[in-house]
């Protein structure tokens, strides 16, 4: 690592954010499979587009085909996956986006490290508190079923575990309110800490 060397760039963080009218941050959403985290925050990245705000969304299955598609589902493959995540938000964040990501991410230390490498203030953990069962009695791609059935190891909240965060910024329990009423409470969240200027 002794050849490698950091640039500075000509145009500043904080110079793209003013453009953007906008103050750059990273929604984590974090939860169980199937709990809603991909719903929710498609939901939230669509409203903030419709406001005229600068986002992008990065999603758990989406960067699995690409730029962790050499990572299995272990412990420390996992951990890796998340590492790559964080700093992959940590860029699009310096170019000024408020930037959603959508990954179970199961521990709580991982999450932190991901917290760390964003500037104070900006990191915002969204838990999407939804219960096993309701995860379950969903199962959108049918992983349940077959963890249960011992076709997939190491399967979140079945086999492998899930720490639950213990401060999140934000907690939506997606099984008491709808899609659009979730959304709307990370938006409020963003407008009431200053993220959305003008708003």
């Not at 669509?46 to 299955?61: A, I, N």
Request: aromatic share 10%; with cysteine; charged share 25%.
């Amino acid at each position: 690592m002794s050849n490698i060397v950091w640039h500075d760039h000509n145009v500043t963080a904080e110079e793209r954010a003013k453009q953007k009218n906008q103050k750059p941050c990273v929604l984590w959403f974090t939860g169980l499979s199937g709990s809603g985290k991909s719903t929710i925050a498609n939901a939230v990245d669509g409203m903030l587009y419709e406001m005229g705000y600068h986002t992008f969304l990065l999603d758990g299955d989406n960067v699995r085909h690409g730029l962790c598609g050499d990572l299995g589902f272990s412990d420390e493959d996992r951990n890796e996956n998340i590492r790559r995540i964080g700093e992959v938000a940590k860029l699009f964040s310096d170019a000024g986006l408020i930037t959603s990501t959508a990954f179970i991410s199961p521990f709580i230390a991982d999450r932190e490290v991901a917290r760390k490498i964003q500037p104070e203030g900006t990191f915002i953990e969204v838990f999407v508190d939804t219960p096993l069962d309701v995860c379950e009695s969903r199962d959108p791609k049918g992983l349940y079923k077959k963890a249960r059935a011992g076709e997939i190891k190491f399967f979140t909240g079945i086999d492998s575990p899930y720490e639950a965060p213990e401060a999140p910024e934000l907690t939506i329990k997606t099984a008491e309110f709808s899609i659009q009423e979730c959304a709307e409470q990370v938006i409020n969240y963003l407008k009431q800490s200053g993220f959305l200027l003008g708003a």
